[in-house]
T-cell receptor
Framework: DAKTTQPPSMDCAEGRAANLPCNHS???????VYWYRQIHSQGPQYIIH???NNETNEMASLIITEDRKSSTLILPHATLRDTAVYYC??????????FGKGTMLLVSP | DSGVTQTPKHLITATGQRVTLRCSPR?????VYWYQQSLDQGLQFLIQ???????AKGNILERFSAQQFPDLHSELNLSSLELGDSALYFC???????????FGQGTRLTVV
């Protein structure tokens, strides 16, 4: 399975954009980048995913570098309710949905 | 509401006992995943079933077993329980064997 590397924690001011980086240098051609988040002890929640093109939905934007070795999740206007652990996951081929330690994003007033 | 239902929500049992956790996937989803989340281990992938067949296996102990039934619901059986098995157990489902997954709210197991 391709491994991902994320910073353990990040801070963001409410109303500002939160940019969460992820490195996945061993990603293979048929593997997708997925982002999930987990608020406190709730079940993880899907945010967005992409293969090689940038993606946007109502929750966030996903920017994937041209070489696909890294990506950035962007929450355009972070709110207090966005405080959560964010997981970057590479999945596809023979790999399954395996979570790492993620990034703890703290949004402050 | 993700559409994935897990029962029970809470379970307290004694060491050495056996319990069964149940998961009903979203309507139409063929794949079911099980995860364990304890305080010091994060989300650990246990096992995945797709349309009744085991598809992938993670760090699942031999004391644990799972199955997916013809109606696609799944059960995770935990036996000879130890204090260290206390954790949140999550089930997730997806339409295909991989892709976007929807998670239930978990079963909190406490072994005393």
């Amino acid at each position: 399975d391709a491994k991902t590397t994320q910073p353990p924690s990040m801070d963001c001011a409410e109303g500002r954009a939160a940019n969460l980086p992820c490195n996945h240098s061993t990603i293979s051609g048929n593997e997708y980048v997925y982002w999930y988040r987990q608020i406190h002890s709730q079940g993880p929640q899907y945010i967005i995913h992409g293969l090689k093109n940038n993606e946007t939905n109502e929750m966030a934007s996903l920017i994937i570098t041209e070489d696909r070795k890294s990506s950035t999740l962007i929450l355009p206007h972070a709110t207090l309710r966005d405080t959560a652990v964010y997981y970057c996951i590479v999945e596809g081929g023979y790999s399954t949905l395996t979570f790492g330690k993620g990034t703890m994003l703290l949004v402050s007033p | 509401d993700s559409g994935v239902t897990q029962t029970p929500k809470h379970l307290i049992t004694a060491t050495g006992q056996r319990v069964t956790l149940r998961c009903s996937p979203r309507s139409g989803d063929l794949s079911v995943y099980w995860y364990q989340q304890s305080l010091d281990q994060g989300l650990q992938f246990l096992i995945q079933y797709y349309n009744g067949e085991e598809r992938a296996k993670g760090n699942i102990l031999e004391r644990f077993s799972a199955q997916q039934f013809p109606d696609l619901h799944s059960e995770l059986n935990l036996s000879s329980l130890e204090l260290g098995d206390s954790a949140l157990y999550f089930c997730a489902s997806s339409v295909a064997s991989r892709g976007r997954a929807f998670f239930g709210q978990g079963t909190r197991l406490t072994v005393v």
